[in-house]
């Protein structure tokens, strides 16, 4: 969209037009990401965004609709901007040592990867409640929700799934195939 389309969207949301000013936040938003994606580190880009858009917002009576939008825009991204890179220089960075060694990620991938052929061998209602309970923490009855079971069957689920876990990581111990 041109500047003067922005102009015109930005004049009807003045008007109290509420259809208008959400298609010019969402213009505004994808403009924004990438003037900030050029200009910040990717951690700051999407804060900075919502500070502009934020004081798109409340500064929005300040625009002249016969005047251009865009260096009206751009002074704005442009003080927020500068907001940001003062932040920068008081943030304290500490260096980190030369000598500070880096984990071996080996054993977590070859974790993650056992992990997902055991609950391979489970059935899905199993394998589903023990991934929202066991791994991603949710309550049972979270879980019972989330998966339309009862919550006393989520329990049962877990525990025999739990079960069969273990009985095909005692079988991956000694070798055997993993049965079906």
Same mark, same amino acid.
């Given at each position: 969209?041109?500047? !003067? ?16 000013? +959400? ?5 505004? +938003? ?12 990717? @951690? ?13 917002? &409340? ?39 030369? !000598? ?11 974790? @993650? ?9 489970? $059935? ?9 309970? $066991? ?11 989330? *998966?339309?079971? !009862?919550?006393?069957?989520? $329990? ?7 079960? +069969?876990? *273990? ?5 991956? &111990? ?7």
């Amino acid at each position: 969209m041109t500047d !003067s389309g922005w102009g015109s969207l930005m004049a009807a949301a003045q008007r109290g037009e509420t259809a208008p000013y +959400r298609r010019l936040l969402d213009l505004l +938003r994808r403009w924004l990401e990438r003037y900030f994606r050029r200009r910040l580190p990717m @951690a700051m880009v999407d804060d900075a965004v919502q500070d502009t858009l934020i004081a798109v917002h &409340e500064k929005r009576h300040t625009y002249d609709p016969s005047r251009p939008f865009e260096p009206w825009l751009a002074a704005i991204a442009r003080y927020k901007w500068i907001d940001r890179l003062r932040a920068m220089k008081r943030a304290s960075f500490e260096e980190l040592d030369e !000598s500070l060694g880096v984990q071996d990620h080996h054993a977590a991938v070859i974790s @993650a990867a056992v992990l997902e052929a055991l609950l391979a061998e489970l $059935k899905p209602a199993q394998s589903k409640v023990i991934r929202l309970v $066991k791994l991603e923490g949710f309550s049972i009855e979270e879980a019972a929700t989330m *998966t339309g079971q !009862s919550p006393s069957l989520v $329990k049962v689920n877990i525990h025999r799934g739990l079960g +069969r876990m *273990t009985a095909a990581a005692a079988r991956m &111990e000694t070798s055997e195939p993993l049965a079906s």
